[in-house]
């Protein structure tokens, strides 16, 4: 199993260098706690694609925990010690509104189904989107008006 060290005295695991072997991956993540222990490590990180699900038993039950995930992989982290800072999980989306006012300085509101007042077109960015695009996404999708960033 390679990793890599970085420069808060951890390791990261490189998830293409695990064992297929269950028996070997096993072996390899046990000599790895080892490591960590003896080496007094704080933290190890491993991030197994989807393709390496059936990795996920074997790391957890030798202290990782899950920390973070995408449709494709998951990222899993392993602290010997409490103290040791955990850096933080995504926890918010990108949200984005649009003040559009036409030529007779009237100002574009939408009324949301359920809602007493108005507000303005925006909603959810998508990943790898720019802001100005999706705005005007969100302008079209709520009031079928094409509008310009």
């Known amino acids: 199993m390679e990793f890599t060290r970085d420069r808060f005295n951890g390791i990261i695991v490189n998830a293409s260098s695990l064992p297929n072997d ?13 490591l960590i222990e003896n080496e007094r490590l704080a ?17 957890t039950a030798a202290g990782f925990s899950f920390h973070s995930c995408l449709t494709d992989q998951l990222t899993l982290v392993r602290r010997p010690l409490d103290q ?5 999980i995504p926890t918010h989306t990108v ?15 939408v009324k949301e189904r359920g809602t007493q007042g108005f507000k303005l077109p925006g909603g959810h960015v998508d990943n790898a ?12 999708e709520e009031t079928g008006i094409e509008s310009k960033f």
């Open 43 to 59: 933290l190890a990180w491993v991030t197994l694609p989807i393709s390496n699900a059936q990795s996920i038993p074997i790391f």
């Open 95 to 109: 949200g984005a509104g649009a003040i559009v006012i036409n030529e007779a300085g009237e100002l574009l509101v």
């Open 129 to 140: 989107e720019r802001i100005q695009d999706s705005i005007e996404r969100e302008v079209l």
């Open 22 to 34: 269950p028996q070997a991956l096993q072996d390899a993540v046990d000599a790895l706690v080892i």
């Open 84 to 88: 040791v800072f955990v850096p933080f």
